[in-house]
């Protein structure tokens, strides 16, 4: 079902889901996504000077990782169980801690890349498959590393309870309201 939702291209003898280390650099990272158990990933990304942008599937339990429009990377995570649901939207990472203990919850969130002022994070953490947090996207430890290391403040983070399709990014997905009326107004000035 999940092979499904992303539209998958050949698949190299060699792909399979691990946990980090991406071997020659040969895994194919849709197929790969996939097939990930809980408090897995997948990371081939070669750190080029394409922006990253961070993708959460909330039915798919998934982080999908882009550099421009390509995947990259892709990890299990563990979303807002009922009651404590993480919030859908477009977010900019405010602020990183690699070591942050939450003010709630008194627990420690390593790695954590906040998106809301009012506690929701990215952030290494218990990963049972499932969506089991207050509310925070909890990622495998050497994922959340990994993916600390890679992202800046302002950084794009597109939280959906869709389902990603295809291994490219839909540059439509990360373009907020705002930015669509920006649009449509510039295009109104240059039209007159």
Same mark, same amino acid.
């Given at each position: 079902m999940i092979g499904a939702a992303l539209a998958l291209g050949a698949v190299p003898a060699n792909a399979k889901a691990n946990d980090g280390s991406s071997g020659d650099g040969? $895994?194919?990272i849709e $197929?790969?996504?996939?097939?990930?158990?809980?408090?897995?990933f997948v990371w081939a990304d070669t750190g080029s000077v394409?922006? $990253?942008?961070? $993708?959460?599937?909330?039915?798919?339990?998934?982080?999908?990782?882009?550099?421009?429009?390509?995947?990259?990377?892709a990890s299990a995570v563990s979303t807002g169980k009922p009651g404590d649901d993480t919030p859908t939207g477009v977010f900019p990472i405010l602020q990183k801690a690699q070591?942050?203990?939450?003010?709630?919850?008194?627990?420690?969130?390593p790695y954590m890349q906040r998106l809301t002022w009012d506690g929701i994070a990215l952030h290494a953490g218990r990963n049972p498959g499932f969506p089991a947090s207050h509310g925070c996207i909890r990622l495998p430890t050497a994922f959340a590393q990994k993916l600390f290391?890679?992202?800046?403040?302002?950084?794009?983070?597109?939280?959906?309870?869709?389902?990603?399709?295809?291994?490219?990014?839909?540059?439509?997905?990360?373009?907020?309201?705002?930015?669509?009326?920006?649009?449509?107004?510039l295009a109104a000035i240059a039209g007159n």
């Open positions: 040969a $895994v194919a $197929v790969a996504a996939a097939e990930l158990p809980p408090g897995k394409e922006p $990253v942008t961070v $993708v959460i599937s909330i039915p798919l339990q998934r982080a999908f990782v882009y550099r421009g429009e390509a995947l990259v990377a070591k942050h203990t939450s003010n709630i919850y008194g627990v420690a969130m290391e890679v992202t800046d403040i302002g950084t794009t983070v597109v939280v959906t309870d869709g389902i990603p399709v295809g291994a490219e990014l839909d540059p439509e997905m990360v373009r907020t309201d705002a930015a669509r009326a920006n649009e449509a107004q």
